[in-house]
């Protein structure tokens, strides 16, 4: 079993910065991608980042490339996401994921444990 815990949500203005992080216990997930999906309210889940086993390569959906970077350390078993320029579409609960290959992935099918969230506000 994994449990991942996120942090570092909060309320922001728009144009502003904030970094999620995501704690993770049990097994670690040293050999696995992490990755960090979001849900704004009425939508559906969507990808936001993901990043390999190693931390060496990295994926970003294109509504947030160039703003968000997401960084792993699995000697401390964390994993991070770096917002800036945060826009108020950025409004929405993101969740960690851990998945079940060490190659990134967009799919949330590919993740079998995920956090349970934390809740980002962007204001305009």
């Known amino acids: 079993q994994v449990q991942l815990v996120e942090s570092g949500g909060g309320l922001v203005e728009a144009g502003g910065s904030l970094r999620l992080s995501c704690a993770a216990s049990g097994r670690t997930f040293s050999g696995e991608a992490m990755g960090w999906f979001r849900q704004a309210q009425g939508k559906e889940r969507e990808f936001v980042a993901t990043?390999?086993?190693?931390?060496?390569?990295?994926d970003y959906a294109d509504s947030v490339k160039g703003r968000f970077t997401i960084y792993r350390d699995n000697a401390k078993n964390t994993v991070s996401l770096q917002m800036n320029n945060l826009k108020p579409e950025d409004t929405a609960i993101y969740y960690c994921?851990?998945?079940?290959?060490?190659?990134?992935?967009?799919?949330?099918?590919?993740?079998?444990?995920w956090g349970q969230g934390t809740q980002v506000t962007v204001s305009s």
């Open positions: 990043v390999n086993w190693s931390g060496a390569s990295s």
């Open positions: 994921a851990r998945s079940r290959y060490p190659n990134y992935s967009r799919g949330q099918v590919d993740y079998d444990y």
